[in-house]
Structure formats: structure tokens, C-alpha cells
């Protein structure tokens, strides 16, 4: 806040994020990190094992979520005077989902492959 002076900051602090919802079309990515190379290498049957409890949250948010959510909050960081905002992008806090959650959305996706959750 010191070194910033008059500038007007914004930080935008998505969760892990994963292929579009909607835009620019159903499941688009241009990446396989994150949430795109664990859905990618479970559903091709790559990856059967991922440590984790089945009942822990998994913060993922859909690409075009986070692309809305950076425009709208540089927009509003532009507009007001000495602006400084932190902003989190996550879907956990409204729209929960758990590992297991995520596994049997792939799974019913991608095809009746099996993976192992501790």
C-alpha cells in the first residue's frame, strides 16, 4: 500500500482454474495445468491414483468465470480514486464440490474409467 501511491491496484486471486463453462464454448482450455491436465490425463485412464480424501473440497472455477471477474474488477478499480481491492475467485463458498464430486463428473464425461481415491 506504501509503494503504490496515487496508482489504483487491483488483485485478483482465482482457485484453481479449470475449462470454460461457457465461453467461448463448453469445456474449452488452452492449458493443461491445473484442473485441465488432471481432467485430461484421468480421462484418457493416465492417472488412476490421486492422493487426496474424497470428501476435501475442490476449488476449481471455470475460465470464462475468472476472465468475467478480472474485467469487472479492473473496470471498477479504474473508476474509483485510489482504488486497492483484493479479490478471491473461487466457487467453494456457494457452489461446493469435493474430490469425489469431480471424479464422477469426469468419469461420467470422459467414459466409466476407474480412479482410485483415498
Not at 23 to 46: I, V, Y
Not at 67 to 73: D, E, K, P, R, Y
Request: hydrophobic share 35%.
Amino acid at each position: 500500500m506504501q509503494n503504490k501511491g496515487h496508482i489504483n491496484l487491483v488483485i485478483f486471486r482465482p482457485s484453481i482454474i479449470a475449462c470454460g463453462y461457457r465461453e467461448p464454448f463448453k469445456g474449452w482450455t488452452d492449458s493443461l495445468s491445473a484442473a485441465g491436465g488432471l481432467s485430461l490425463l484421468t480421462g484418457l485412464g493416465m492417472m488412476k491414483y490421486v492422493n487426496g480424501h474424497g470428501k476435501n473440497p475442490f476449488d476449481i472455477v471455470p475460465v470464462d468465470f475468472v476472465t468475467n471477474g478480472m474485467l469487472i474488477a479492473t473496470a471498477k478499480g479504474g473508476i474509483e480514486k485510489d482504488h486497492f481491492e483484493i479479490y478471491n475467485s473461487g466457487t467453494s463458498y456457494s457452489n461446493k464440490i469435493t474430490m469425489t464430486d469431480y471424479r464422477n463428473i469426469g468419469l461420467k464425461a470422459y467414459s466409466n474409467k476407474k480412479l482410485t481415491m483415498q
